[in-house]
């Protein structure tokens, strides 16, 4: 089971994600895609990705703009889970 990570913890990692913003209770980060169908694709593949890892983030979608809340409910807070798949939003939305 995941465990909370601890501000210091969370800040570290945030600074290896620069898209993303946050703190210990939840994890940010919008993506402007090149087309509405584009982030509609993006927001398809992290969907699969969070499947997959059943864990599942919050998803905005404003016209191109995407926007992802990464935050562990069970635990009330930001675990390793979060980042994972922060990382592999950051991969998959190299494509949008």
Request: net charge negative.
């Amino acid at each position: 089971m995941p465990t909370l990570l601890s501000a210091d913890e969370v800040a570290k990692a945030l600074a290896g994600l620069p898209d993303w913003s946050g703190d210990t209770g939840q994890l940010t980060r919008s993506v402007e895609a090149s087309s509405f169908m584009a982030g509609i694709r993006l927001v398809d593949a992290v969907a699969e990705a969070a499947e997959r890892a059943d864990h599942h983030p919050d998803i905005d979608i404003r016209w191109r703009t995407v926007t992802f809340v990464l935050s562990t409910h069970s635990k009330g807070g930001v675990t390793e889970l979060d980042l994972a798949l922060a990382r592999e939003i950051d991969r998959l939305s190299l494509d949008s």
